[in-house]
């Protein structure tokens, strides 16, 4: 359901006066750029742009929120169109950042990881700390402490690795 829910929103609103005028390739980048999951993740970049993300990764760890494996089915939506964890894997080495450098090295895969194993606690965890604590306040330390955590250290370990790397 949540890949679904991705692909919609990057696929909606449409703009076939400019597809029209663009190669394929082109045509469903800016597709993307300009959807509603587009203009999210635009949005929140940079605050993710510090530790090597680009709008796309900022988007798929929002969607992990739900659980934590769906990051991976959203970034193959995002970064191929669908759903295949193949055409992912033969993907993410061609894809390169605005500037032009690559979407993907050792140095953010590492950071993406990171991240991934700090951050937010999945929905049925943050329900599992409510219930057992009968305090929401809980719930929510437990999501900024975490999200925090995750942002420090991969800060760290991104601008140390840029430094070393």
Not at 47 to 58: A, N, Y
Not at 73 to 98: A, H, I, M, R
């Amino acid at each position: 359901i949540a890949s679904i829910l991705m692909w919609f929103l990057s696929y909606y609103p449409r703009n076939e006066v400019q597809e029209a005028n663009i190669d394929s390739q082109t045509a469903r980048i800016e597709q993307q750029k300009n959807s509603c999951i587009g203009q999210l993740g635009q949005f929140i970049e940079p605050v993710l742009r510090p530790l090597g993300f680009d709008w796309k990764i900022s988007v798929s760890l929002l969607s992990g929120m739900a659980a934590k494996e769906v990051v991976i089915s959203t970034l193959s939506v995002l970064y191929t169109g669908t759903d295949d964890e193949q055409l992912l894997e033969n993907q993410l080495p061609l894809e390169v950042k605005s500037d032009g450098t690559p979407a993907f090295n050792l140095l953010i895969i590492i950071n993406l990881l990171l991240f991934v194993l700090i951050y937010f606690p999945c929905i049925a965890t943050v329900a599992a700390i409510k219930n057992e604590t009968n305090s929401w306040k809980w719930a929510f330390f437990a999501i900024g402490y975490t999200t925090l955590l995750a942002w420090v250290v991969c800060f760290i370990v991104y601008q140390l690795g840029t430094v070393f790397m």
